[in-house]
């Protein structure tokens, strides 16, 4: 497949300059776990515009529209501040808005269609170039903006790519950003449907700044491991109703979510594939959005990380010989211990003891992680050309188990990329209980 030929860089930042109580945004635990990883990256693919719009004003109206998005979003215009306390040999972080600004490329895959994207069984390696900074993990947020942007021009279409800092922002705000962009790109100026709100009064005032041994800021990447491959599975609205009724019928509930019914579909599947042993112990990581858990809740555009992660551990014998509703309702339970009393409960175990979540602690054992969410808003990120075709992730934090989903195209549809080892993608596809709720 072709290569990726970059034609600009420009440095794009906020015009308003924040107030001095703003300039600087403490960091709590929920944020500062994510030090040691890699960004968010998420991207969009469109159709290119059909009226007869040169490239170079597409590129300087999303320039401009993104100007105008960070002075609302101005943090992430800024760069994460440091101070080291020698008395003690720790570290604090914190989010220093200094208007340093954001990189925006504008690169060109050439001779590179949507069908190369689309159509082939395994997402291509190339969409990994679609990204800005890649292998640039957070903690390089001291020296290296905290958001990035790429605009990648295919032949017939365009890829916005960003790569945003994931100790200053979770899934929920990055979705907010992209979504607020492409609105003000659509010419709703300032004025967008929801405001972020970077207000950080709801913590205790005793947990800030919280100071980080420097002991446990062991700075590497992912262990090297055996080579993945990625696909995305498309699951329609009614696929999901039905496993979420078979679920909860094999269990006598009513309270097993269609995502816990599909999330336990997925997990049965790969494990079945993953050809383990009875005995073998397996875990399905899942990050839980905290804001509406709290008492009294966070505002949904509360800007940054508030995620709360559940292990739910099985052995492969249980997980396979029991039922669809037995393992989903082990997810279920799992997903209804995360509330307030545990979030305090993190942050004061957390400042106490900081231990940041560590690329090698992920990929322990036979890991599913869960990124991302149905729940965000995809394709509704219209810039003013049309709705997104698809949506890829970048290969931040990718290894053999780790699995992004997305709303689907279609109403009530979801899609799961996943990224796991060939010969495991490949046993799934003849899995036939697992393939007979996925669609092509």
């Not at 990726?4 to 703003?22: D, G, H, L, N």
């Not at 509360?302 to 052995?315: C, E, L």
């Not at 309702?329 to 979030?343: D, E, K, P």
């Amino acid at each position: 497949m072709g290569e990726i030929r970059f034609i600009s860089t420009a440095t794009v930042a906020q015009k308003r300059k924040p107030s001095e109580s703003t300039q600087r945004i403490d960091l709590n635990p929920w944020e500062l776990r994510f030090v040691l990883l890699a960004p968010t990256q998420r991207g969009l693919l469109f159709r290119k515009p059909t009226q007869d719009q040169q490239m170079t004003n597409i590129i300087h109206h999303l320039k401009t529209s993104l100007e105008r998005t960070l002075d609302l979003f101005y943090p992430l215009a800024g760069r994460l501040g440091t101070t080291v306390n020698g008395d003690d040999d720790t570290i604090c972080f914190f989010i220093e808005c200094n208007g340093a600004g954001v990189p925006f490329i504008h690169a060109s895959a050439d001779g590179v269609t949507v069908g190369d994207i689309l159509d082939p069984v395994y997402v291509p390696r190339i969409v990994y170039s679609f990204f800005p900074l890649n292998d640039t993990p957070n903690y390089h947020g001291i020296s290296e903006p905290l958001l990035a942007v790429q605009v990648t021009e295919l032949a017939d279409g365009i890829f916005i790519g960003c790569n945003m800092n994931h100790v200053v922002a979770d899934g929920t705000s990055f979705w907010h950003f992209f979504n607020s962009w492409s609105e003000i790109s659509r010419g709703s100026d300032i004025n967008i449907s929801q405001s972020p709100v970077f207000e950080r009064g709801f913590v205790p005032a005793a947990n800030f700044p919280v100071r980080i041994p420097q002991s446990e800021l062991v700075f590497g990447g992912f262990p090297s491991s055996s080579p993945t491959q990625e696909r995305v599975f498309h699951f329609t609205k009614e696929k999901i109703a039905a496993l979420k009724a078979k679920a909860n019928a094999e269990k006598g509930t009513n309270q097993i979510s269609s995502l816990q019914a599909l999330l336990a579909h997925l997990w049965r599947s790969v494990t079945r594939n993953r050809r383990l042993r009875e005995d073998e112990e397996t875990v399905h990581a899942i990050p839980v959005g905290m804001r509406p858990r709290i008492d009294p809740p966070l505002p949904q555009q509360y800007f940054g990380a508030v995620i709360q992660g559940g292990r739910v551990k099985m052995k492969a014998g249980e997980l396979l010989e029991l039922s669809l509703g037995h393992t989903a309702w082990q997810i279920n339970q799992i997903i209804s211990t995360l509330n307030h009393v545990s979030a305090i409960n993190l942050f004061e175990s957390w400042a106490k003891n900081p231990k940041p979540i560590s690329p090698v602690i992920l990929t322990i054992g036979n890991v599913l992680m869960l990124s991302s969410s149905p729940r965000f808003n995809v394709y509704g990120t219209d810039f003013g050309w049309g709705r997104p075709v698809a949506v890829r992730s970048g290969g931040g934090n990718k290894f053999d188990g780790m699995i992004t989903i997305f709303e689907g195209s279609e109403e009530g549809s979801i899609d799961i990329e996943a990224c796991l080892s060939p010969a495991t993608l490949e046993s799934m596809v003849d899995d036939a209980e697992f393939m007979d709720v996925v669609s092509i």
